[in-house]
């Protein structure tokens, strides 16, 4: 069914720290991995050993370049997938109830047998998390690793999405977002997690941490001072070669 | 976006189709015998050509039947049912006037209707996505019902309506161009805040998440076709409106029925290239995290 079930209690998904992530996509080919031999149609390839190579990812690692007014530029890595939003434009689109968001715990989730393949869902999701797989033919998406974490054939420290077991930073964690008292939950209140295009009005159960400020260095070397370099107008033979070789055609004035 | 041709096809036949659908249904004119045939016939190829042409872009078409489920939430759903509803009912209404000679007006109001139902739960699929600031506007709907009128009104002989729906929706055209050119920008959404990360500075695109393209650049990420805008734009006025408008305008002094062939032709002309750009100028909010448009 389509209709949006009442906002549940639990809200599960995923914060990511945008400070900490190297950007080393282990993420991507972990989920890559788990996701392909498990839930549902595996992710397929199409000339992946080509130049034109490309594929179903429900998981993708941008990196943005950020210029502040002041110092230099600062490169952020940033992983992207479906927030498991509790507005979920997806879902309500969707002709045939494929699309579905659960009651018990909000992960919104595609019943592949139902799916037409219109992509629809992926038009109505401003981030891009909903890709129609290619041989298939039906729409995938991150389902928060459903067959994990609930999963009481996997070693306790399993039961969590593959990309955040993976993750060599620690930049990814998992989570109940509706339980204020919850380790991800106290993590956004004291970092000021927050949401991707809060405009489209999705409200998106994943938050993102925001990149810690930088520090600027002080000046801690007393010596400094003392060995500046000296010289700015360079004479004697430097000073000649210095014009000669500004005299030469091609040589900065 | 990516303008798939058989989404193309679909908008501009079944739009047309059910133009002329309405306009029997309303019985301007309501023909009998053979001439209502081919009338009837007309409309259906049309209006079926093109919903069996929409349904070549779904990767499951062999599971069509689900999409009828989800009319409460579904735009989608909605169009489907209002689409099976208006065949059965023009068909029983055509089959009055075909085979028997009677007119059965009641129905025939009820699926002029539906057949604009149709045109409206089309438009509203579109209109619907808050990710395609283009299209999130209430000239969405105007648009595609104007231009279904007037195709309608072309294709039934009703040639002061067609003028006059020539005139509006020329003129909503353009209108929805002029705005539409300025809705991404209005829209708010930005590279910014769909990082998250203007706090801190300008951002930019640097490096994107894989070497190759993907579903999402080739779906919605669509600027190939971008550069020709001005000349399709010039191409859909002229052939779309103001080619048909002057032949009616003879039609109208001479009676000639093969001007009357040509109008309509040019009009498709026009419609298809109108279309076309629909769906190539509209910018899906998901490219920004590409740094494309
Ligand atoms: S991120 Fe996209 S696919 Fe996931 S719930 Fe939100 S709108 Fe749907
Ligand atoms: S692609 Fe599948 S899941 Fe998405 S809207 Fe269409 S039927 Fe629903
Ligand atoms: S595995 Fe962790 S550090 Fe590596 S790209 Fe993913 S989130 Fe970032």
């Known amino acids: 069914m389509t209709t949006l079930p009442p906002p549940s209690a639990k809200k599960l998904g995923l914060v990511i720290d945008l400070d900490t992530c190297v950007g080393c996509h282990a993420c991507v080919v972990s989920c890559k991995g788990w996701n392909t031999e498990n839930y549902g149609a595996p992710l397929s390839d199409q000339n992946a050993y080509s130049a034109a190579g490309q594929g179903t990812f429900l998981n993708r690692v941008h990196s943005y370049e950020v210029q502040p007014d002041q110092g230099a530029a600062q490169l952020i890595h940033f992983p992207k997938s479906c927030l498991h939003c509790e507005d979920a434009p997806c879902v309500t689109v969707c002709p045939t109830g494929a699309s579905y968001k659960r009651q018990e715990d ?13 992509g629809l869902c992926a038009w109505a999701c401003p981030y891009g998390a909903r890709e ?22 996997l070693p306790e420290e399993d039961r969590q999405p593959a990309c955040v077991r993976t993750c060599p930073a620690g930049a990814r964690h998992f989570g109940d977002l509706g339980d204020p008292d919850s380790d991800v939950s106290q993590l956004v209140a004291e970092r000021g997690g927050f949401d991707l295009m809060p405009e489209q009005g999705t ?41 000669a070789l500004t005299a030469m055609p091609g040589g900065s004035k | 976006m990516h303008p798939a041709p058989s989404v193309i096809i679909f908008n501009t036949f079944s739009g047309i189709g059910f133009g002329l659908l309405f306009f029997l249904g309303l019985g301007f004119p309501a023909p009998t015998g053979w001439v209502a045939f081919v009338f009837f016939a007309i409309a259906y190829i049309m209006a079926v050509g093109g919903l069996i042409a929409s349904t070549f872009h779904l990767g499951h078409p062999e599971r069509a039947i689900k999409a009828f489920s989800q009319w409460r939430t579904s735009w989608l759903s909605r169009e489907g049912i209002c689409a099976v509803a208006a065949l059965i009912i023009m068909a029983i209404y055509g ?20 057949s604009l139902g149709v045109v409206y739960t089309t438009s509203m699929i579109y209109a619907q996505m808050k990710t395609v600031p283009r299209w999130k506007h209430w000239s969405t709907p105007a648009l595609f019902i104007d231009l279904s009128v007037a195709g309608g009104a072309l294709l039934s002989g009703n040639i002061v309506i067609a003028l006059i729906m020539l005139v509006i929706a020329g003129g909503m055209t353009a209108y929805y161009w002029a705005t539409g050119d300025k809705r991404f920008a209005e829209s708010g959404s930005n590279l910014a805040n769909a990082t998250g990360l203007g706090g801190i500075g300008s951002v930019r695109a640097f490096e994107p998440p894989h070497t190759g393209s993907n579903y999402l650049l080739k779906e919605f990420a669509f600027e190939v076709g971008r550069k020709h805008v001005q000349k399709l734009r010039i191409i859909s006025m002229v052939f779309g409106f103001a080619i048909p408008f002057v032949l009616l305008l003879m039609v109208q002094a001479s009676a000639s029925h093969i001007l009357a062939l040509f109008a309509v032709i040019s009009h498709i002309v026009g419609v298809l290239a109108l279309r076309w750009l629909f769906f190539a100028q509209a910018e899906h909010v998901v490219g920004l995290y590409y740094g494309k448009r």
């Open chain 1, 106 to 118: 909000g992960i919104v989730l595609v019943n592949e047998q139902d799916c037409i393949g219109c």
């Open chain 1, 132 to 153: 129609l797989d290619a041989a298939e033919c039906v729409m995938k998406k991150c389902t928060l690793c459903v067959d994990r974490i609930y999963n009481e054939n």
């Open chain 2, 95 to 114: 089959a009055g006037l075909v085979f028997f000679g009677t007119k059965l007006t009641i129905l025939g109001w009820v699926g002029a209707v539906l």
């Open chain 1, 203 to 243: 409200k998106p159960v994943n938050k993102y941490l925001p990149p810690r400020p930088k520090d600027v260095e002080p000046e801690i070397d007393i010596l400094a001072p003392y060995l500046e370099p000296v010289a700015q107008d360079a004479k004697g033979l430097m000073g000649w070669l210095d014009k």
